[in-house]
């Protein structure tokens, strides 16, 4: 995150921060539908679902790893890939927050 005084915030704020940056970009999107589609993957059936090159996908895996988006287990010379869940409840955690704080609020200000 750079200069953003990270300190200054809690942990649960900068995890939750993470998975949204992780998230940001439509590459990853695609790598996480397409995990959730086929459960388990190496990176080259990625690279071989979207229009981007070896080492940009395993960028991108790399963010959504380092996010705890999803694990990578080592499997002969290959690793392979899969949805981290425990990630993905804590963020639906988070937006569940969100949203019933929305809905039980009264009047909006704006």
Same mark, same amino acid.
């Given at each position: ?17 993470? %998975? ?5 970009? $439509? ?14 993957? %190496? ?11 070896? $080492? ?55």
């Amino acid at each position: 995150m750079g200069a953003s005084k990270t300190e200054h915030f809690t942990p649960k704020q900068n995890e939750i921060a993470s %998975i949204m940056k992780a998230l940001g970009h $439509p590459a990853r999107i695609a790598i996480i539908d397409y995990l959730l589609k086929v459960d388990t993957c %190496i990176c080259g059936d990625i690279v071989n679902e979207l229009p981007l090159a070896q $080492p940009t996908v395993s960028q991108h895996l790399k963010e959504l790893k380092n996010a705890g988006l999803i694990k990578g287990n080592t499997e002969g010379n290959a690793i392979c890939y899969c949805i981290d869940e425990e990630t993905f409840f804590k963020f639906q955690n988070f937006l569940s927050e969100v949203f019933g704080k929305i809905k039980a609020q009264k009047n909006n200000c704006c």
